[in-house]
């Protein structure tokens, strides 16, 4: 199984190089390092809601109310920001983080004690915060000439040649490949998805692991919606409206199965990648936008009809005798 | 009380009411009925209301609404102007339709009834007015691109999805007129879904496609917002000029970093101060409407009605660093 691994990251490695190949073929400042480090940073805000969807995906379970999460966030943290300008751009974060984790608990709560389907907790919730996004605004936008100067350019800030939004994402990156590889929260996540029952017998609580996944993928939406607002310095209703969608797309692009227990750190932001290189790339290669969304779409169907066929276990024949019996 | 005195009383009583409105013919009182109060475009509105009053002179506004945009609170607010006898209702409708019956018991009273911004159908309304028109929003968008173009340009339109009808309008009446515009060169049109994301990320991919691109044209608010941050992000600031349509509020950054020069939207200071000058006309002077009928409407000119009995004002007002200052909080 670890040996299968890797090889799936493989070859969606592959499809991502020949996909830019091919992008290049028609646009060829795509692939310079400075457009491919754009894109890179463009995908940052997907690749974090990725890792976070991952972990609540492995545990059977989904979240689909992290865009609404996200725009919940965003725009009480640049309300917040508004109403006092001078507030420290940590404490703004810290404040974004807490609140997406405590919007993730009251998923998680409701998974864990009132045993209701992820999928309707979600969806209920993420009607619900979108909701209160309209309650807070008043429907009201909160613009760029109101928001601070820190508080829209420390996204954009530059460190050692990335900007910060990118290294948010490579930070979660490795936080995440040290917490599913080493600890043993990390390793819980993978029994309670593949086999709960077993998980049980082995002292882990299902419940709480599948209430502290909705917690990660919460406090992950929540420190993304600050990014989310200060990087297009704009807070409405609806912002990443639909992009639990790619967010889910992402993670089964890479090949964390739905049906929980199987995935990587890895798969999901290659997925993730996948996705933003053919966003990114659409708009440049001239390609009618009447097409450009059935193209997104088949990308995405090839991808995971690729990864249900490779990940097919193997059945075996145990009476493989009975079918030559005369 | 003898049957004289009785039918002497009743004389006088009906006297007074006859004289009634007479006497409040002295001063003309036109009601301005918004969707709901405390709203910033309404508030202006109602400013423009004040200053088409001041200019006629014996006329007294009443800037009213219900505190929700429900058309019931409207319809309330409608009984109680017919009630106080006012000479016209110029109304901003919350619902097409639901307003009609209660609009036509005024007519029947007599009072002028127009609507303006947010329309009631024909039957509820002698005339509506419209902020503006396809065509001459049309013609706005390219003109504001070429306004800072005079040697021509490659210009590239940013809409919100394929399937809004608004902007396909807009952009159809653009390409009508772009003869009139020498030199200006659409090169493509990109549709960023009115979201903020994908918008910047199309914005982004013009500014790449075409690194000669002049201008980026977005007849949406989300779009025009959201070019304008790519663009001062691309560090194109002066060389890509972000315009369109947007509001006041939402573009003052864009107008402040300089990655939008100007911008269109209407002015609802004027829309308010001719559905006044309309209603005292109606009223007053005894215009007539009809298709083709032109009424006057004080400093912004004159309205041409269709067959639909409605007209457009004018061209979407032009929004620039010399006057967002004074928007920007309005709307």
Avoid at chain 1, 269 to 288: C, E, H, Q, R, W
Avoid at chain 2, 72 to 100: F, H, Y
Avoid at chain 2, 268 to 274: A, K
Avoid at chain 2, 285 to 294: F, L, M, S, V
Wanted: proline share 5%; glycine share 10%.
């Amino acid at each position: 199984m670890m040996r299968f691994l890797p090889l799936r990251e493989l070859i969606l490695g592959g499809a991502v190089l020949i996909l830019l190949a091919l992008i290049a073929t028609r646009f060829p400042g795509f692939v310079a390092p400075d457009n491919l480090a754009n894109v890179f940073n463009d995908t940052a805000p997907l690749i974090i809601l990725a890792l976070g969807q991952m972990v609540v995906i492995m545990t059977r379970c989904i979240d689909l109310s992290v865009a609404a999460n996200l725009a919940l966030t965003g725009m009480a943290v640049a309300m917040l920001n508004v109403a006092m300008p001078d507030l420290p751009i940590p404490v703004i974060v810290s404040i974004a983080v807490l609140l997406g984790a405590f919007m993730g608990a009251i998923n998680g709560l409701l998974v864990w004690k009132l045993a209701i389907p992820p999928i309707v907790v979600t969806l209920g919730t993420m009607t619900i915060f979108r909701g209160v996004i309209f309650l807070i605004s008043d429907g009201k936008w909160v613009n760029s000439h109101e928001m601070s100067p820190a508080f829209t350019g420390f996204p954009r800030a530059q460190m050692l040649g990335l900007p910060v939004l990118s290294w948010a994402a490579v930070l979660t990156i490795i936080v995440f490949a040290v917490m599913m590889a080493r600890t043993p929260l990390g390793r819980s996540i993978l029994a309670v998805g593949g086999n709960p029952h077993a998980a049980v017998y082995t002292g882990i609580n299902v419940g709480r692991t599948q209430f502290v996944a909705f917690v990660i993928s919460g406090a992950l939406a929540g420190l993304t919606g600050y990014l989310w607002v200060a990087r297009y310095a704009v807070a409405y209703v609806d912002i990443a409206g639909g992009f639990e969608l790619e967010v889910v797309a992402a993670c089964v692009i890479g090949g964390i199965s739905i049906a929980g227990g199987i995935g990587s750190v890895g798969g999901a932001v290659l997925g993730a990648i996948f996705l933003g290189v053919v966003k990114n790339a659409l708009p440049v290669v001239n390609i009618s936008p009447f097409w450009q969304l059935a193209i997104s779409g088949s990308a995405i169907l090839i991808a995971v009809a690729f990864n249900a066929r490779a990940g097919r276990a193997k059945g075996r024949i145990i009476l493989k005798s009975a079918d030559v019996t005369p | 009380m003898s049957i004289i005195t009785k039918a002497l009383t009743s004389a006088a009583m009906a006297a007074a009411l006859f004289v009634a409105p007479a006497q409040a013919a002295d001063n003309v009182r036109i009601a301005l009925v918004v969707k709901a109060l405390g709203i910033g475009f309404f508030e202006a509105a109602a400013k423009g209301a004040e200053e088409a009053a001041e200019e006629l002179g014996n006329v007294e506004v009443i800037y009213t609404g219900p505190t929700d945009t429900t058309a019931e609170g409207q319809i309330e607010v409608i009984n109680a102007l017919i009630a106080q006898r006012v000479d016209a209702i110029a109304i901003s409708a919350n619902d097409t339709d639901a307003l009609v019956p209660a609009l036509k018991r005024a007519m029947q009273r007599g009072i002028t009834v127009i609507s303006w911004d947010s329309g009631v159908a024909p039957e509820g309304r002698q005339m509506h007015l419209n902020p503006s028109s396809n065509p001459l929003i049309g013609n706005m968008i390219v003109k504001l691109a070429a306004d800072h173009l005079p040697d021509g340009g490659d210009v590239a339109v940013l809409s919100a999805t394929t399937t809004s009808t608004n902007q396909n309008i807009w952009i159809e009446e653009m390409t009508k007129v772009l003869g009139d515009y020498p030199g200006i060169n659409v090169v493509a049109t990109v549709y960023g879904d009115d979201l903020a994301d994908k918008s910047y990320r199309e914005a982004t991919g013009l500014m790449q496609s075409y690194p000669d691109l002049d201008a980026i044209i977005a007849p949406t608010s989300v779009g025009i917002v959201a070019a304008a941050q790519a663009v001062v992000d691309a560090g194109k600031v002066g060389k890509v000029n972000v315009t369109g349509l947007g509001l006041p509020s939402e573009m003052a950054g864009a107008i402040e970093s300089g990655a939008s020069k100007s911008f269109a939207i209407w002015n609802p200071i004027d829309l308010g101060y001719s559905a006044t000058m309309l209603a005292y006309e109606l009223s007053q002077n005894g215009a007539e409407t009809g298709e083709g009928a032109e009424i006057p409407m004080g400093r912004m000119g004159s309205l041409t009605l269709d067959e639909k009995n409605e007209g457009a004002m004018a061209d979407p007002f032009v929004y620039d660093a010399s006057n967002i200052e004074d928007f920007k909080e309005i709307f």
